[in-house]
């Protein structure tokens, strides 16, 4: 008899949500966490940037108009994501919950990638150091719907990470993706198609 090895060599399930801004990862999240905790799970609902100190940092840049250099903004999303795997993804993992993490190093990838930074490598340096999630849902969507979303569904002003010809570049390298656990799915479907696509994903792996 074959059987497979676990998902991951934590007890928890890691469970990341990408994609291109206003793709529908933070809607997606909720409803998943909410149908987690309904089935008794203990659920750590979390993000990237985060509330901590280099995510503050990011999120004034971000909100300035004023990027720092590629390098500069790598190392701090780099840094701002050590404090968070140190601090709550792998204590969480270790203590058996489900993390629900929306954005991770893939965001890394195609944000920074798409600045110029090489993207084998970002995924190569976070290999090194990062927790491998159980499953990465990838929402596609065009850039333009993407920014449509943020700008009239949320009433936003895009800020510097949101501009139409880097999101394109971001979605480049989403486009070409390729690892483990990565589930793509069609963003312009309704918020409860893609939340029922997400659950026959995940159910199985409770
Ligand atoms: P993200 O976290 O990826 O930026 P959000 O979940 O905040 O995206 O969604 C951006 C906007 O699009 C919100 O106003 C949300 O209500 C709306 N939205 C989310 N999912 C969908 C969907 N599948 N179809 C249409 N609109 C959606
Ligand atoms: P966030 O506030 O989560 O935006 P949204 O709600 O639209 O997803 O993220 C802020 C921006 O940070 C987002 O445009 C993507 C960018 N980003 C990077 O450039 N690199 C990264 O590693 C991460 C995690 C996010």
Redesign the pocket.
């Given at each position: 008899m074959i059987t497979l090895p676990p998902p991951s060599s934590s007890p928890g399930l890691f469970l990341v949500f990408e994609?291109l801004?206003?793709?529908?990862?933070?809607?997606?999240c909720r409803m998943l966490a909410e149908a987690l905790r309904q089935r008794e799970r203990e659920v750590v609902e979390t993000r990237e940037p985060t509330q901590g100190p280099w995510g503050k940092k990011i999120r004034a840049m971000a909100a300035s108009g004023q990027r720092v250099s590629p390098e500069e903004e790598l190392d701090w999303f780099i840094q701002d994501r050590k404090e968070h795997i140190a601090t709550l993804i792998t204590p969480s993992l270790n203590a058996g919950k489900v993390v629900i993490q929306?954005r991770y190093y893939f965001s890394t990838a195609a944000y920074q990638g798409s600045r110029g930074l090489d993207v084998q490598e970002i995924l190569t340096l976070h290999e090194s150091f990062a927790p491998p999630p159980d499953r990465v849902f990838l929402?596609e969507v065009s850039p333009e719907v993407g920014l449509k979303?943020?700008q009239v569904?949320?009433g936003e002003t895009p800020d510097a990470f949101e501009t139409l010809a880097g999101l394109q570049r971001c979605g480049e390298v989403f486009d070409g993706l390729q690892i483990p656990g990565l589930v793509r799915i069609n963003?312009?479907?309704?918020?409860n198609e893609?939340h029922q696509r997400i659950l026959e994903e995940v159910l199985p792996l409770l």
């Open positions: 994609g801004d206003g793709s529908g990862k933070s809607t997606q929306d929402i979303r943020v569904s949320r963003g312009e479907l309704s918020p893609i």
